[in-house]
Structure formats: structure tokens, C-alpha cells
């Protein structure tokens, strides 16, 4: 059967409308300065948009025509772009930029493919995006994105993005030419991701193929039935480190689509005083606040659609409280305890710390499951098992994957507390951490560190569990838990 592509780019650019605008085509719309859009796509390879926008926006400040850039050194340049992929190598190109373009284009922005390709720093990829977004000429830019899509449709059958290209300038509708890369990079970004992709809420599922993918999968006992009714509480736990830099990347958009009767978050580095009225006070919400006192530092937070019966900051031992790290609310059947377990650093030096702490949480979450069901949820600053992380054998001695720590989790699993996740799903390559450097979220390159636990005796009021690795705002994504 014959993929129909004009009904699926047409059902995909509806679909797209509200998702992040890929970082060039925003900056297309903000100016058709073909200078800065080139500028802004070479920036762009192998790096986040979030982190290629606000290195444009420090750039262009110093830099907003060829002649300014002309004056900054590669040292100016590194300071200004970093943490962009290949910072020094991207630097070394935005140098170079200004002499090649006076020598061989009297100083323009040239607006063919062939003449862009000779400039340092850009491929097809980027001339062709130029092209097409600066000079609105018809171009195919095909990126990763566009190359894996392509192929997974079965569209085209190639195996690198210059073959996708030239196969497509003699398939693809030229209608299309121009919009394809930013349709097909917002859709491979937000819901037909490289790893595990979401074919479950895929609005072209019915016309895909699936050629060459495994779907992630859909978590038993979701958190609603069909007909919309919510079965049971649904939990939220996530990392937002630093509640006033998520708020500026969408915090709020991403709390109300998750939907959740319990948030909790953890590492908000800030005093309640410090926040903004909006994320003090969200409407149908409790919220209580356990900041660290240290400014800028650690700290846990809740809120809550339900009141609860009582609320227990910390675990009563000042070396640790005053960190902020535990955060207990009990209700009618249940506690709800949100930790954000410390980091055992560098060298190990703060693992006796860590290790002490493990063992007051323990000894809290004991007590408390004597009297009703225990849910914690939060940071647990550690991979328990080679499963939950990219990289175990380079990892064994490091932060986060010392012997120490995962005994204490291999402990408080064989006392029968539950995995709520590894209830669910046991695939490799699900991640809720990832650094920022070196574009390890979008390589995948990820740990396993943020939990939902339950206590023995509740494990059959859990229903479903999933780590929601789409959301952004943080190196670290969501996680959630539907308990009855």
C-alpha cells in the first residue's frame, strides 16, 4: 500500500502546533536575518534547543552581525556558546565565519546549498535548513529526525540523511519541502522518539508501519479507564532542580498536564519567599514547603489536592533536617513521604553521610508502615541494579553506584518494599537522569534514580506506574504512580 504522506505531514502539522518549536525555526520567526539563523544552526548540532537558544541569545548580544563576530577571539566565543556539542570546535567555525564569508561571498550569506557547504562548520544539513528557513528557496533538510521517520514509514528505504535527501527531492511533495524538518523534529522530539517512542498516543499510528522500532510500553492499569474515569490517586515525583529555572521552562504547563492529586518535588532550591505567587499557590492545590537552610540549595515541596490529616517536616535529627530532604504528609490511609536523598559527590566524600541518612529513612519509613500503607517517592541519588544506567562498568565506584548504596537498596527490597516501576516494565534504556553534558538525553546515555516505593503490605493498592521521559525542564524527567 502506498504510505499516504499528505494525509499523514497534514495530521502531523496540526499536531505539532503546540509542541516546542524547534530552536532555528524560532528564531526565524523572531528575524529572517540569514546571518543569525546560520549562525543559530550551526550552534544547534547534537545540542538541546534549550541550551542552543540561550547560547543565541548570549552570542548575539556580543554579536549580531558578521563584523561584530569578526572582533570577538575563539576564547570569547567558547565562553559565550559553552555548554553547546563541540563548543571549541563550534568556536573555531564562528571565528573563521567572518573571513570566509568576505573572501568568498563579499561578506553576504550566500543562499544555495553549494556555496553555504563551503563555509566552516556547515553541512547539508544546515545549508539546507539556511536555505529553506532564511531564504524560504526550496530546500530538504533532513536530520536525523526527518532520516529515521522517513524510513520508519517506510517512505523511503536509505541508510544515511544524504540518501534520505536525495530520495526525497525526487518523492516528496514540494509542498512540504520547506516545513518537513520542523513537522518531523518537533514529532521525533515529543512522541516518535529515537528510544522506545510513543506509538501508544501517535495521531498517525493507524498509517505507520513501524518499520525497524519497539514502541514503548503501555503501563498496565494506566492511570484512567477509557471512558476517562480515573482509577485510583495518581503521584507525581520530580527533580526539578530549581523550582525558579523550571518555572521559566514550563513548569507549570507540565504540572497540569500531568494531571497529578499528589506533586511532589524535590531539589526546588529556593525559600518560599523567593517564588513567584503562581507556583506558591496553584488553584485546587495545598502546598507545603521544606527548603533547605541554604540558600539555592536542596529543599522538597508538596502539593496536594486533599488535605492532609498531618504533615512531618524532616525525620527529627538536625544533621540531616536542616538540608531539607524529607517531607511527610498522612492522610486517611496512607503516608506520603517525598525525600530527596543526598549525593554521595566526588570522591566519595559524603557516602558515611549519605549511608546515615539511608538508615534514618529506613527507620522512618518502618515506623510509619506499622500504623498504614506507606508511598515514598523522590531522588534516591542511586541506580540499583546495572539495568537502571547506561553505563554500569564505568560507573562501579562512582557516585550514585557504589557497592554501599545499592546494598541499601537490595536491602529495602528484599524487606519487601516495591519497585512500583520494575512492577511494570522490565526494559533496559529507561532512564530518569541524564547530564547535561555531551547531549546525553538525546543519546540516551541516562541513569535510573528516581523512585516510587510502597511498603510490603500495599503492594496490591498499586495499579501503574511510568517514568515520563518526555517532559522536560530538568536533567531529571517525572516519574508517577497510580495507587488505590
Partial sequence: MTFPIDKVLSLLEEEVRDYQVPVVDLIAAQTRDPFKVLVATILSARTKDEVTAAASRRLFARASTSGELARLSVEDLEKLIYPVGF?????RYLRELPSALATMFDGRIPDRVEDLVRLPGVGRKTANLVVAVAFGKPAICVDTHVHRIMNIWGYVATSTPLQTEMALREKLPPEYWLKVNSILV?????TCKPRLPHCDRCVVARYCPRIGITPRNVVAGGPRKKEGKRVGKRFVSWNVNGLRAA?????LDSFHELDADIFAIQEIKAMPEQLPEKLREIKGYHSFWYPAEKKGYSGTAIYTRSEPLDVVYGLGREEFDHEGRVLTLEFDSFYFVNIYFPNAQHGLKRLDYKMAFNRAVRQHLDLLCEHKSVVVGGDFNVAHREID???PDSNVKNPGFTPEERAW?????GAGYVDTFRQFNQDPGCYTWWSYRFNARARNIGWRID???????SRDRIRGAAIHDEVAGSDHCPVSLTFT
Fill in 409 to 413: 537498596m537490595d536491602e529495602v527490597i
Fill in 87 to 91: 563548543f571549541r570546535n563550534k568556536a
Fill in 186 to 190: 518537533a514529532f521525533g522530539q515529543g
Fill in 389 to 391: 544506567l547506561a553505563n
Fill in 247 to 251: 518555572y521559566k521552562k514550563g513548569f
Fill in 451 to 457: 523512585y516510587f516505593l510502597v511498603d510490603p503490605a
